[in-house]
């Protein structure tokens, strides 16, 4: 079992930035991969971004160019570092987990972008 545990959303201007934090609750070098999703209000969940183990990332064709996911192994934790921020990236993000071939999600933290 691992528990996520986001921090760093809030409210902020359009072409603003904002930083997310996910933590797991175990070392992140055992977590095969490790993302954002995010889920707009009478929308489905998306991807947003995502990190291997190796340090290979992906990311939503929205996103990319604005977004920046990153790992700091010493802190255990992942980062989604948004920048140029949109009416439309507004949503709840939820940190993501794949270990030992299960899918692990935070509670999600809501971004909201105003215009």
């Known amino acids: 079992q691992v528990q996520l545990v986001e921090s760093g959303g809030g409210l902020v201007q359009a072409g603003g930035s904002l930083r997310l934090s996910c933590a797991p609750s175990?070392?992140?070098?055992?977590?095969?991969?490790m993302g954002w999703y995010r889920q707009a209000p009478g929308e489905q969940r998306e991807l947003v971004a995502t990190?291997?183990?190796?340090?290979?990332?992906n990311y939503a064709d929205s996103v990319k160019d604005r977004f920046s996911i990153s790992r700091d192994n010493a802190k255990n934790a992942v980062y989604l570092q948004m920048n140029s921020l949109k009416p439309d990236d507004t949503a709840v993000y939820y940190c993501?987990?794949?270990?030992?071939?299960?899918?692990?999600w935070g509670k999600g933290t809501l971004v909201t972008v105003s215009s």
């Open positions: 993501y987990a794949r270990f030992l071939n299960t899918d692990f």
């Open positions: 175990v070392s992140i070098f055992v977590i095969d991969v």
């Open positions: 990190i291997a183990k190796s340090g290979t990332t």
